[in-house]
């Protein structure tokens, strides 16, 4: 069965109206675990997913997996206890070239200045079981830079987070979601067993694996949004009048 694969930015209460689609409050994140256990959702970990997608595991009926992009220290500070209170596995994408740092990337758009995870963190997530994949060394558009670039940004990113953790990095995860068929081979010559697109729709037997499918799950989504979001997979939730609208749309050309 398909695998839906929910991507998240920052638990954390946002602080300014910039930031506030990519801050899930710690609240509401809890109440999306709530709401996967209530539903009878297995929460799966990337390497089962990725087993799942090649045939090589038979996915259950109903599953779901967890990612949080950009390696924030809310990750670490916010995120992991409430994953650890449902035991549910995620991953987590860093940005190497940020370990220790600041968003500064996310300047641009306003957003506040945040602390990046540290190092410590990133081997303490490591050790409670949370993996960790590569979100690239400098946060870059990999759809819109050329192939040498592109190669030093999921190499150079794959080597560092690997030093800091002693251990195979074997994941990715395409910062904005850019990439292109060129950004895609080079993560695969890289030696990554597997990457995450922010394409939404559900991950079947067969799916490629180099452009996994991921909803996003924005600040203010509300828990019937979630749901539906679990269940579908989509990006966009349009709110009910736009439905109803579309609706009658429909209805409308039947007449
Ligand atoms: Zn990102």
Redesign the pocket.
């Known amino acids: 069965m398909p695998v839906t694969m929910l991507m998240y930015?920052m638990i954390a209460v946002p602080e300014n109206a910039a930031e506030a689609r990519f801050c899930r409050t710690p609240d509401a994140f809890r109440k999306d675990l709530e709401q996967i256990q209530q539903a009878g959702y297995q929460v799966l970990s990337f390497a089962t997913v990725l087993d799942g997608v090649a045939g090589k595991v038979e996915l259950p009926d109903k599953a779901v997996a967890i990612t949080f992009?950009?390696g924030m220290a809310c990750a670490y500070e916010n995120a992991l206890p409430i994953l650890q209170e449902f035991s549910y596995p995620a991953s987590v994408?860093v940005?190497s070239g940020l370990v220790g740092g600041y968003n500064d990337w996310c300047k641009v758009f306003g957003f506040p200045r945040r602390r990046m995870l540290t190092a410590n963190e990133i081997r303490a997530l490591a050790g409670s079981g949370v993996n960790i994949g590569s979100?690239t060394a400098s946060?870059r558009w990999l759809g819109k830079i050329d192939k040498v670039a592109v190669s030093k940004e999921v190499r150079e990113s794959k080597a560092a987070l690997e030093d800091i953790l002693g251990q195979e990095v074997p994941h990715f995860?395409y910062?904005?979601g850019s990439w292109s068929p060129v950004a895609r081979n080079a993560v695969i010559e890289a030696g990554y067993s597997g990457a995450c697109s922010t394409i939404s729709g559900r991950n079947r037997k067969g799916a490629d694996p180099y452009l996994l499918h991921r909803s996003e799950i924005k600040g203010d989504d509300a828990p019937w949004q979630f749901r539906l979001k679990l269940r579908f997979a989509t990006n966009d939730m349009p709110p009910i009048s736009d439905a109803r609208r579309k609706l009658r749309q429909i209805l409308e050309k039947w007449k």
Do not use: L, S, T
């Open positions: 930015h992009d950009d994408f940005v979100h946060h995860a910062p904005f």
